[in-house]
């Protein structure tokens, strides 16, 4: 059975750093594209930062660009997704996704057959 699992959402305040983990079971991600996508209430699902991990090719949305930064452990089959100098516009419900597929949008949530449960992120004061 292919699954994700994710870890590592909080409460934390302005400024502060959290990371979270995203464990891989039933499959290797080494042949599979990560892409990190959020979701805050009353909003769509964006994507953040995607990680081709054939190629190690690597990319960040606008808006965490500086401040995020993926990485992988092939020796845990987990995925990263260091999150630094956080803000209150970041507070969201954080998911990873897998997918086979290499080419196409890689901010398209329908282009994931793989998905975690979803980590909750609130930057609060």
């Known amino acids: 059975q292919l699954q994700l699992v994710e870890s590592g959402g909080g409460l934390v305040q302005p400024g502060g750093s959290l990371r979270l983990s995203c464990a891989a079971s039933g499959f290797s991600l080494d042949a599979y594209a990560i892409g990190w996508f959020r979701q805050a209430p009353g909003k769509e699902r964006e994507g953040v930062s995607y990680?081709?991990?054939?190629?190690?090719?690597?990319h960040y949305a606008d808006s965490v660009k500086g401040r995020f930064t993926a990485s992988r452990d092939n020796t845990k089959n987990t995925v990263y997704l260091q999150m630094n100098i956080l803000e209150p516009e970041d507070t969201a419900v954080y998911y990873c996704?897998?997918?086979?597929?290499?080419?196409?949008?890689?901010?398209?949530?329908?282009?994931?057959?793989?998905w975690g449960q979803g980590t909750r992120v609130t930057v609060s004061s």
């Open positions: 990680v081709n991990n054939r190629s190690g090719w690597t």
């Open positions: 996704a897998a997918r086979g597929r290499l080419v196409g949008n890689i901010y398209d949530p329908g282009s994931y057959p793989y």
